[in-house]
């Protein structure tokens, strides 16, 4: 299998304070995992990908300084948002990528965790 | 960058009836199109996927096509149930080495009625 879990799965915070979010692959190691916003009833946006060892990639438009991302392990990427704002109220989602071959070649494939609603006062 | 659209952006079906969502993608390097499904709170979850060295793909009552001339994918579910009520993403990436970021289309909210 390939599991991803988040923690939280909610929280409410005050404004200006900041919150981590913990983005886990229980079942296997991921040298790349991603970060994704949902707004209510819109699509995935991509915010960042996080590489095991090494500083993230940030999408345009995505503040590295406000977004803080920590992949210092194989199974184990963090999202800080600092200094948290109503507007940065949201469903977080992180994705861990498994790479590997099957029968019809080499494939990589994106599991999702759970997901962490953060909710900014 | 990769740019994907999806429609419709809603769709209605009784059940036993066939639904289809259609996405059209920008590069013409991409080369991979999972289809994930996704209930309200939660994850998406993929429900097939296709690579570009073939042109459909079915899985019992879930079909994907790809043409990759005219650089668009479709999802076919045949015979739906209240179940596959969900809303359906499209998605798009190029599938090698250290690439593979995914570029969602906009979603489509299928409403399966009795």
């Known amino acids: 299998g390939a599991v991803v879990s988040q923690h939280p799965s909610w929280v409410i915070c005050k404004s200006g304070t900041s919150v981590k979010i913990e983005c886990r692959s229980l079942?296997?190691?991921?040298?790349?995992m991603f970060w994704y916003r949902q707004f209510p009833k819109q699509s995935l946006m991509l915010m960042a990908t996080?590489?095991?060892?090494?500083?993230?990639?940030?999408e345009q438009g995505v503040e590295k300084d406000k977004f803080l991302i920590n992949h210092a392990s194989l199974t184990l990427s963090t999202l800080t948002v600092t200094s948290a704002h109503p507007e940065d109220s949201s469903f977080y989602i992180c994705?861990?990528?498994?790479?590997?071959?099957?029968?019809?070649?080499?494939?990589?494939?994106?599991?999702f965790g759970p997901g962490t609603r953060l909710t900014v006062l | 960058g990769e740019n994907v659209e999806q429609h419709p952006s809603t769709l209605s079906v009784q059940e036993g009836d066939s639904a289809v969502i259609k996405c059209t993608y920008s590069?013409?390097?991409?080369?991979?199109f999972p289809w994930y499904k996704q209930e309200l709170g939660k994850r998406p979850q993929l429900i097939i996927d296709?690579?570009?060295?073939?042109g459909e793909k079915k899985d019992q009552r879930i079909a994907v096509t790809l043409n990759k001339t005219a650089k668009h994918f479709s999802l076919h579910i045949t015979e739906t149930q209240p179940e596959d009520s969900a809303v359906y993403f499209c998605?798009?990436?190029?599938?090698?080495?250290?690439?593979?970021?995914?570029?969602f289309g906009t979603g489509t909210r299928l409403q399966v009625t009795l």
């Open positions: 994705s861990a990528r498994k790479s590997g071959h099957s029968g019809s070649g080499s494939y990589n494939e994106q599991f």
């Open positions: 079942d296997f190691q991921a040298t790349t």
């Open positions: 996080s590489n095991e060892g090494s500083k993230a990639t940030y």
């Open positions: 590069d013409s390097a991409s080369n991979y």
């Open positions: 296709i690579r570009s060295n073939v």
């Open positions: 998605a798009a990436s190029i599938n090698t080495g250290t690439a593979s970021k995914l570029t």
